[in-house]
């Protein structure tokens, strides 16, 4: 069974910092262009940070650039989303999300083309 399986959310200060991370089962992630999503409920899903299965390509979105970065560890089959200088508007459900070997980050991220989603992790932000 191919499963994602998000980690390391939780309640943190403004200004501090987290690691996502986003664990694969049942398939090879090296094979895959990952990206995280987020989502406040009422509000529509957006693209946070998107990378390609290669790992030469990323995107992020405008509100995270240089706050956010994501990374991927094909050998233990992971990906990771550290972030920083976290703000209360980057509180929502941080969701992983695969996508085929040749989906590029702007058709993940942008276009959300996406072929397994992950359950989620909630990150707050709140002092």
């Known amino acids: 069974q191919l499963q994602l399986v998000e980690s390391g959310g939780g309640l943190v200060q403004p200004g501090g910092s987290l690691r996502l991370s986003c664990a694969a089962s049942?398939?090879?992630?090296?094979?895959?262009?990952i990206g995280w999503f987020r989502q406040v409920p009422g509000k529509e899903r957006e693209g946070v940070s998107c990378?390609?299965?290669?790992?030469?390509?990323?995107h992020s979105a405008n509100s995270v650039k240089g706050r956010f970065t994501i990374s991927r560890d094909n050998a233990n089959n992971s990906v990771y989303l550290q972030m920083h200088s976290l703000k209360p508007e980057d509180t929502a459900i941080y969701y992983c999300?695969?996508?085929?070997?040749?989906?590029?980050?702007?058709?993940?991220?942008?276009?959300?083309?996406?072929?397994?989603w992950g359950k989620g992790t909630l990150v707050t932000v709140s002092s």
């Open positions: 990378i390609t299965a290669s790992g030469g390509a990323t």
């Open positions: 999300a695969a996508g085929h070997l040749f989906t590029t980050v702007q058709a993940m991220c942008v276009d959300q083309r996406v072929d397994y």
């Open positions: 049942g398939f090879s992630l090296e094979y895959y262009a």
